[in-house]
């Protein structure tokens, strides 16, 4: 069956009780974002222990007293068919798979969708509904009131894409148990005043720059989060086009601009760098769970890290 990936995020009264679920579409952050939400719920509720594999045809069948209640995170669809679920589903164990949009997926869709013991979960890009919904849900969280202006210009505000929305949605927890106006609105969330994006797309500048600019603004905790969260949205990106046409079609319009430096960005990025970068990635959002939010000096740290495996050298 399919369900609607913004109740996942929002809805706590949703029963995670599946086999099966299958994550598409074409915004990779809401992708992301939606696998992210499932392994941590999902681990929380059943106590499974957590395998990331290829495909299914990776996992081994073994019996094991101490492997029961396994969480597998499926990043290919080689072998699936009615057949194979069919099978996986006497076991104990719970299966995401994980796939963008492609020209063979259709057939694959339908099997999930066909099933009571499956969650389709198609990601695209944020309709007016669902941003309203998920405003509701924020404003709510965290008792921040807004007029009715405030509110329809916080809409016209936000980006489509998921982790662009939740990035200047964070800025507003500063404000908890407070009444926002139009005015204090256009200040809160201003295109013009992306700190974390100019900060990324001056990357490749000298340490000097880069460390006076981080100084300069991020300042709090909350400013920290954005900045790690528009650095992955921009690796994946670059992760998540395998070529260069497929990525300028999806460099978002508003960073014309931008173009020249992100197309130069993509062509740095080679497999071990993906790697490297992926695992600085991986860390940072473990420190970030730890914390609660990430440390004004760990985010710098993060930041220089970063910066050098885009510079490197290495090409292998």
């Known amino acids: 069956m399919k369900i609607n990936p913004i109740d996942i995020i929002i809805d706590k009264k949703i029963k995670l009780d599946k086999k099966f679920y299958f994550i598409s579409g074409n915004e990779i952050t809401l992708m992301e974002k939606i696998k992210s939400v499932l392994k941590n719920s999902l681990r929380q509720e059943n106590i499974l222990s957590f395998e990331n594999i290829k ?45 963008e949009n492609n020209n063979k997926i259709k057939s ?39 007029d009715q202006e405030a509110f329809w210009k916080l809409l016209e505000k936000l980006d489509n894409k998921y982790m662009l929305l939740e990035n200047e949605l964070s800025k507003i927890k500063d404000f908890e148990n407070s009444k926002l106006s139009l005015e204090e609105i256009n200040k809160i969330i201003s295109r013009e005043d992306t700190f974390s994006e100019n900060i990324f797309f001056n990357i490749l500048n000298s340490n000097e720059i880069i460390i006076n600019k981080y100084n300069t603004h991020i300042t709090n905790n909350i400013e920290v989060n954005s900045l790690y969260y528009t650095f992955k949205y921009f690796s994946y990106l670059v992760f998540n086009n395998n070529n260069i046409v497929s990525f300028e079609k999806n ?3 508003y960073l014309f601009k931008e173009k020249n430096f992100l197309i130069d960005f993509y062509k740095r990025i ?14 940072t959002e473990n420190a970030i769970r730890r914390n609660g939010n990430l440390s004004i000096v760990l985010g710098l740290r993060f930041l220089l890290s970063y910066k050098r495996i885009i510079t490197s050298l290495n090409v292998s």
């Open 108 to 146: 694959i869709k339908n099997l999930f969708l066909q099933r009571k013991d499956s969650y389709l979960i198609d990601c695209y890009e944020l309709s007016k509904e669902s941003k309203i919904k998920i405003i509701n849900n924020f404003i709510n969280l965290y008792d921040v009131e807004l």
């Open 270 to 283: 080679n497999l071990n760098k993906k790697k490297m970068l992926l695992n600085l990635l991986f860390k």
């Open 251 to 253: 460099i978002p319009k």
């Open 55 to 99: 495909s299914i045809l990776s996992i081994n069948n073994d019996i094991s007293l101490f492997a029961k209640n396994k969480l597998f995170l499926v990043n290919e669809l080689a072998g699936v068919n009615r057949e194979i679920l069919d099978n996986l589903s006497t076991k104990e164990d719970v299966y995401i798979f994980f796939s």
